[in-house]
């Protein structure tokens, strides 16, 4: 017979493999969604086409430059520091192409999975609600919008934040600064989130760790922001209002609009607003929030419940989920874990994820110029300067000269080709 011991060792082990089995058949999904997407043409230049150019130039040890970005035949890193791209090009000495992007960005979101999943076992959660949290980091809106939205270094930071955040729980101190340091180098604004997770910890344990890290994240966003934008790439922060980056303080601008406050309600929803019974472990989410809605609050395009910009989110949202169980043991049962299922399915009905979209006839069927474009393709020298509109550029962004055809207007004091002041045009 086996003994008590053997049998919650493999008991142990058995909850794992089915926690490492959720993630493969998450990232099954998010891979079929990523890669008929991009066939069918629906992924796009941005970002999707510039990244993918990046890649391709670090695979043949060239400098990140980007000819389809807003700002062309610059480095990569004069807009956003993101280094983690220099990790990936090994991958297409293999596979040389946009879907390996698309299928690594699925594999990093997914397989931080796993940290999740570990750091709710580490703190002796119900055997059930390590499960939950992990449908509930997967299925998050955040994660899903990130990933049928092209790939973004901001996915692969979320990945590492996950890591971060049980390496740092965990106490081991190497692995926890090898996470904090490819989080905050896989996106400049990511070193403000490891300083505030980190925070909270010190208050917690007052350890050295934590300071370490603290300074580490606070030392690379003095450089970020007063001496790397300003001085040696002469580009304002993309993210920062027009002011300049400290120019809106204001904490109303957090909840100012009715699309800040849905995407704050969605977050939180998504956990059963569980986090809100422990509020110091809601900081770094608050920071993450802030960051867009109050540092950036002109970019508008980033306040939403859709794109990329919601993926940070899911780290944070169910590592303060996990402290909050385990903080208040009433908590720690199976009923509050059918309880986040239940909200995570919710959320996927309400806003109809796209997830869902596996079930939908549309999401499979071939848009009907698909076969032209493809043959159009074959004639395409890999020598070709190429003008080409933004869903077609990722298929054919592995090239030095590759540049987006943008609609405008166009002003015309004489001689206007469409008599009228201002005519439709095209710029590149």
Request: glycine residues 4%; positive net charge; charged residues 15%.
């Amino acid at each position: 017979m086996l003994s008590i011991k053997s049998f919650l060792k493999d008991k142990k082990r058995f909850y794992f493999i089915i926690a490492f089995l959720i993630c493969v058949i998450f990232f099954i999904a998010y891979s079929i969604l990523s890669l008929v997407r991009h066939n069918h043409y629906q992924s796009y230049g941005y970002d999707l086409g510039i990244n993918n150019q990046v890649v391709w130039r670090y695979s043949h040890f060239q400098a990140p430059l980007t000819t389809s970005d807003p700002f062309p035949y610059e480095t990569k890193l004069a807009i956003h520091i993101e280094l983690g791209y220099a990790l990936i090009p090994p991958s297409y000495w293999i596979w040389s192409s946009p879907k390996m992007l698309l299928i690594i960005e699925a594999g990093f979101i997914c397989f931080s999975g796993i940290a999740v999943y570990l750091l709710a076992r580490k703190r002796k959660l119900h055997a059930l609600l390590p499960f939950a949290l992990l449908l509930g980091y997967l299925a998050f809106y955040g994660v899903q919008n990130a990933v049928w939205f092209d790939v973004h270094s901001a996915s692969f930071a979320a990945a590492f934040l996950a890591w971060f955040i049980y390496f740092l729980d965990s106490k081991r101190i190497r692995w926890a600064i090898v996470f904090c340091l490819l989080a905050i180098t896989a996106k400049e604004n990511i070193g403000f989130l490891t300083l505030l997770v980190s925070l909270v910890y010190f208050i917690k344990r007052r350890d050295k760790l934590t300071l370490i890290l603290m300074a580490i994240s606070a030392v690379y966003l003095l450089f970020v922001y007063l001496i790397y934008f300003p001085y040696l790439t002469h580009h304002q922060y993309l993210y920062q209002n027009k002011g300049g980056l400290l120019s809106n303080l204001n904490p109303v601008s957090l909840v100012d609009t009715n699309e800040k406050r849905e995407a704050i309600l969605y977050s939180l929803g998504s956990f059963g607003f569980i986090p809100l019974l422990f509020p110091l472990f809601l900081m770094p989410a608050l920071g993450d929030f802030a960051t867009y809605f109050v540092l950036a609050s002109d970019l508008t395009a980033s306040h939403g419940l859709f794109m990329h910009y919601r993926i940070t989110l899911a780290p944070l949202l169910v590592w303060a989920t996990t402290m909050t169980i385990a903080r208040f043991k009433r908590l720690n049962n199976k009923y509050i874990a059918m309880y986040l299922i239940l909200c995570t399915l919710l959320v996927q009905y309400m806003l109809h994820l796209p997830l869902s979209y596996l079930s939908k006839s549309w999401f499979w069927t071939e848009p009907s110029g698909v076969k032209n474009i493809n043959e159009l393709r074959s004639y395409l020298l890999q020598s070709d300067a190429i003008v080409a509109q933004n869903n077609i550029i990722p298929h054919i962004s592995q090239r030095d000269k590759i540049y987006t055809l943008y609609p405008e207007k166009k002003k015309f004091a004489k001689s206007s080709p469409c008599g009228q002041p201002d005519c439709d045009w095209f710029r590149w």
